[in-house]
């Protein structure tokens, strides 16, 4: 009858692989339990019923040990140490991968009648504290804000006219030189904004944002800039010298 190694530490740091999934889980794990027990807890991790397992004892380098048979043996009385690999092999029939594919997972679904009737809800519990966009006074503070701002943007933007030459000047970035090839709302983002075409390849784009063109330029010599960062006035043109031949 060969010897049976027992480790005195209580737990045993492994990791479970499965023959329904291609993930892999870490997993801490006492030593003192029974395989019929250690069957039941990786129910949770790889989805199989205890009664449709096989276990098999891979060590850290991946190599085969031994199957893990006995349901009432302990854990412990097995060669298993930190970094080792317990194997789960399915034998109820499900299909690899069926616990992966979430199209197969019903879905639970809500109306919105349904929704706003529930008092136990994120949208009840705001209500009843007058948070967020139920807060009249709030909100109708933020959207005469937002108005402020967006008549400040319009102001601006009816004393730029196409063509003019202009300067951008913003916190934080070099002036820029260019000129005036787009005054207006847009559709990527709310508000006015002005489509500048710069002397140099200092920009984004070729006035062409998100398939919509607004005008035309090279590549990288246009940018969209807020009205309030545009000065217009007799800016010659300068030269950045980013075209010189080296």
């Not at 205890?50 to 040990?65: E, G, K």
């Not at 730029?160 to 709302?185: D, N």
């Amino acid at each position: 009858m060969s010897a049976v190694t027992v480790s005195s530490a209580p737990l045993v740091s492994v990791r479970v692989s499965s023959s329904l999934n291609s993930f892999t889980a870490d997993k801490r794990l006492n030593r003192g339990i029974t395989l019929a027990e250690l069957k039941c807890k990786l129910e949770l991790v790889v989805g199989s019923p205890a009664s449709c397992m096989d276990l098999q004892l891979f060590s850290a380098d991946n190599t085969f040990l031994q199957n893990l048979d006995q349901d009432d043996a302990l854990l412990g009385s097995y060669p298993v140490d930190d970094g080792c690999r317990i194997h789960v092999i399915d034998k109820s029939g499900a299909r690899i991968g069926e616990f992966e594919d979430l199209s197969r997972v019903e879905k639970y679904e809500l109306s919105n009648e349904a929704y706003e009737k529930r008092t136990d809800s994120v949208r009840s519990f705001l209500k009843k504290n007058k948070m967020g966009k139920f807060n009249e006074e709030e909100t109708a503070q933020m959207k005469a804000e937002n108005d402020r701002k967006l008549e400040e943007e319009r102001v601006a933007a009816e004393a730029i006219t196409t063509g003019a030459r202009c300067e951008v000047r913003a916190v934080g970035l070099p002036t820029k030189r260019g000129t005036v090839m787009y005054v207006g709302q847009t559709d990527f983002k709310p508000g006015y904004w002005v489509g500048v075409k710069y002397d140099e390849p200092l920009g984004k784009h070729d006035g062409s944002v998100e398939g919509k063109r607004y005008f035309t330029c090279s590549p990288k010599y246009g940018a969209f800039v807020k009205p309030q960062h545009v000065s217009v006035g007799d800016y010659p043109e300068e030269d950045y010298g980013l075209d010189d031949e080296m």
